[in-house]
């Protein structure tokens, strides 16, 4: 009966606006009065601070500010005429820019949603005045945002690493495949896609200038190889790296702004005035994060008193399930929550819960990270509650129904996937193995 009446609280909740990380700190506490266990509430604030008190989260708030800032400095415009540079004369050639942009932003912000706002507005419209599809122009975005928060840096890894108490060096590692399979999948489908409906493209295409575009991308691609390398390699901290990347974009801004042919005095300010946009949006969302790892911290706080994860690996081992068994069980559980959770939420909400237990049974710990926070990131572009499908219809003007429609063969290309990464471990662990990150 308690269960019953926390979920309709929930439902209620939600259903009249409540944000998602009050909604679960309140589900939280009503959790621990209906399962009779109020007595703990008393060091709730001691467990709170406890579970946030990592020094690997201070990553986040600065990696986001490298982010928005390399955003909002142009970075996206060079690097989309780098892609076009490279893939733009290919039959459905806008097409596979649009995914190696991604692949490229991915160093860059490691957010999908980041990317989402960033390559709507300049490559749908693109695609759409030279004859694709609008649908399929917007939801080729979506799907090839995903790539965002798998390729290093990643703020979702970082998460992960924090939570679990996993080396977030060999998740950055682990995440590179992986990242690069994704695009390589997209490539394959849109190679399909744009034969059968003839899309435009080849060798009538006109391409950026070659030596301008090199010169103008070269310092943007030296910052994810920079600070993954040095994570990666041991020479610095996720924090330091972080803190090494927002100084190396404020001086990117700033040398942007020059090639915009801004004088200093000018360039100075709009830097400054970038850098104060910046900060403010980050804190933001920096603000929003640490709200759903309080109420995450008071969830897991009585999910231990109530032994549920231990509770889990016993019906796992009573059942006979091997790991991988489990894992799969496992993915589709987190798959089905991310379409509905945001995906820090899930991440909290669900990892402690059910990845103990495929750990326990001789899963690798980086392998069901990187396929955890790749399954639980396919949440936002999966209806009918997609994070990226919504700013991605808002910013295109495609319907959101039309969208969530087109989306569904990506989904599914991503999905397969999925299952492969969960099935042959190996192509996720290689890299940190051969790196001796793991053994």
């Keep these: 009966m308690g269960w019953i009446i926390l979920l309709i609280f929930a439902l209620a ?3 009249s606006g409540v944000a998602i990380s009050y909604i679960a700190g309140a589900a939280a506490v009503l959790a621990f009065v209906l399962t009779d266990h109020s007595a703990y509430l ?3 604030p001691q467990r709170i601070f406890s579970q946030i008190d990592v020094f690997t989260f201070l990553a986040m708030p600065l990696f986001i500010l490298a982010g928005e800032a390399m955003t909002k400095g142009g970075v996206t ?19 596979y820019v649009n995914i190696a ?20 507005n300049t490559l749908v419209p693109a695609m759409v005045e030279k004859g694709y599809k609008a649908d399929f122009a917007a939801a080729l975005t979506a799907a090839s945002c995903v790539i965002g928060p798998i390729i290093p840096p990643s703020i979702v890894f970082i998460f992960y690493g924090a939570l679990m108490n996993v080396s977030v060096a060999a998740l950055f590692a682990g995440g590179i495949v992986p990242g690069l399979l994704m695009a390589l999948f997209l490539f394959a489908y849109n190679f399909w896609i744009a034969r059968r409906e003839n899309h435009p493209g080849g060798t009538g295409e006109s391409l950026p200038p070659v030596l301008p575009t090199l010169l103008r991308a070269l310092p943007a691609l030296l910052i994810p190889v920079t600070i ?14 972080a803190a090494i990347a927002v100084a190396i974009t404020l001086v990117l801004v700033f040398f942007y702004a020059l090639l915009n042919r801004h004088g200093p005095r000018r360039a100075l300010i709009d830097t400054a005035r970038l850098t104060s946009e910046s900060v403010e949006r980050t804190a933001m969302l920096t603000g929003s994060i640490f709200m759903i790892l309080f109420a ?17 690996a016993s019906l796992v081992q009573s059942a006979g399930l091997t790991s991988t068994s489990y894992f799969l069980l496992a993915s589709g559980i987190m798959f089905a929550a991310g379409m509905v959770m945001d995906v820090s939420m899930a991440l909290v909400l669900l990892v402690p819960v059910l990845i103990p237990a495929a750990i326990a049974g001789g899963a690798d710990p980086v392998h069901v990270g990187v396929v955890s926070c790749l399954n639980l990131t396919l949440g936002l ?32 290309v991503q999905i397969a996937l999925l299952v492969l990464l969960i099935l042959v471990p190996d192509l996720t662990l290689a890299l940190p193995r051969a790196l001796g990150l793991i053994r």
């Design 101 to 120: 942009s991604s692949v490229f932003l991915a160093g860059i912000s490691g957010s999908a949603v980041a990317d989402a706002a960033a390559t709507t």
């Design 228 to 241: 993954v390398a040095g994570i990666v390699f041991g020479v610095v901290t996720p924090t330091e790296a």
């Design 13 to 15: 909740a939600v259903f």
């Design 42 to 44: 008393g060091i709730l």
């Design 296 to 312: 995450a911290a008071v969830f897991g706080y009585l999910m231990g008193i109530l032994r549920v994860p231990d509770q889990i």
């Design 77 to 95: 415009r060079v690097l989309i005429d780098l892609a076009m540079l490279g893939v733009g004369r290919l039959k459905g050639g806008l097409g």
């Design 381 to 412: 572009i999966s209806p009918p509650f997609g994070g990226c499908l919504m700013v991605i219809s808002s910013a295109s003007g495609v319907n959101y129904l039309r969208l969530s429609l087109a989306i569904l063969p990506f989904l599914l």
